[in-house]
């Protein structure tokens, strides 16, 4: 179970981006899909398409976790995110 400023991962789909080094990223939230631009360098890739942005807890209920992105700029969000607790990946090591 995750704890108050760990690092964990968020899932997120990744697309090309405006310019080199970037990419563009959406993210389902509990409130619908949150899309910005992402470092191409802090993008995880675990698997054979599967992607990662990482995030610190900042708060949870029994159901989500209230994440801060630390890497990204976003359209509709300074950046905190509340996602599904099943959705959320904790870093091995």
Do not use: H, N
Not at 8 to 13: A, H, L
Not at 40 to 61: F, H, N, W
């Amino acid at each position: 179970m995750a704890q108050l400023g760990e690092r964990v991962w968020i899932p997120t789909e990744v697309e090309a981006g405006a310019f080199p080094g970037e990419k563009l990223v959406t993210l389902d939230t509990q409130t619908g899909p949150v899309s910005g631009f992402a470092r191409a360098d802090s993008i995880i890739e675990q698997g054979s398409g599967k992607y990662y942005l990482p995030a610190e807890v900042k708060a949870m209920t029994p159901s989500t976790l209230i994440a801060l992105l630390l890497a990204g700029s976003f359209f509709t969000t300074t950046g905190l995110v509340e996602v599904s607790r099943d959705r959320v990946l904790k870093p091995s090591g």
